[in-house]
């Protein structure tokens, strides 16, 4: 099985930041690698499809790259409604999740 | 407008059989690569993923989890069910089902709200 592996699991910024949270993968998998924020109390929303492709709605200020084995999110200017987990999904499996919290 | 809820019972007692039920409106599972799925998360931890079933009655499941879970759906009633049996109280998390859209490389882009399910005696 593939296994996805986030890191770092919490990053501790301020409002403004630019901050990357990475994915990495057991094995060279496609790039149909997804990205998602959940809030407490909430069920997870889906920010990223195919690597790189934002879902409809979702703020430029998002975005993701990579490919193979290493997948990156990238949050631009953080805003304080960005405070959130993200979790890295391939295939049937997720990552671990990184909490992004404020400093 | 597409939506999921979750419905079933916030208590079970050890050992005893989970039924949970997703009805879904705004899509069908007449369309091809339509799926819906079913995670869990225990308080404070993070997503697991356990079933899938696709629209052509295709299912998958937790390879840690297989042998407890069944998953169906009734696609006249835009249902789709989840039964896990023999609850431990490891299994006490809120749990989701989800659209799985293959037009969107399998990526989930509707989640229900969840459902709290506590396993205790």
């Known amino acids: 099985d593939i296994q996805m592996t986030q890191s770092p699991s919490t990053l501790s910024v301020s409002v403004g930041d630019t901050i990357t949270i990475t994915c990495r993968a057991s094995?060279?998998?496609?790039?149909?690698l997804a990205w998602y924020q959940q809030k407490p109390g909430n069920a997870p929303k889906l920010l990223i499809y195919k690597a790189s492709t934002l879902e409809t709605g979702v703020t430029s200020r998002f975005s993701g790259s990579g490919s193979g084995t290493e997948f990156t999110l990238t949050i631009s200017s953080l805003q304080p409604d960005d405070f959130a987990t993200y979790y890295c999904q391939q295939g049937l499996t997720f990552g671990g999740g990184t909490k992004v919290e404020i400093k | 407008q597409v939506t999921l809820r979750e419905s079933g019972p916030a208590l079970v007692k050890p050992t005893q059989t989970l039924t949970l039920t997703c009805t879904f409106s705004g899509f069908s599972f007449s369309i091809s690569g339509m799926g819906v799925s079913w995670m869990r998360q225990s308080p404070g931890k993070a997503l697991e993923w356990l079933a899938l079933?696709?629209?052509?009655?295709?299912?998958y499941y937790s390879p840690s989890l297989k042998t407890r879970l069944t998953i169906s759906k009734d696609a006249s009633k835009n249902q789709v069910v989840l039964t896990m049996t023999n609850m431990d109280p490891a299994d006490t998390a809120t749990y989701y089902c989800?659209?799985?859209?293959?037009?969107?490389?399998?990526?989930?882009?509707?989640w229900g709200q969840g459902t709290m399910v506590t396993v205790s005696s």
């Open positions: 094995q060279r998998i496609n790039n149909w």
């Open positions: 989800a659209r799985r859209d293959k037009l969107l490389f399998n990526a989930f882009d509707i």
């Open positions: 079933i696709d629209w052509d009655n295709d299912k």
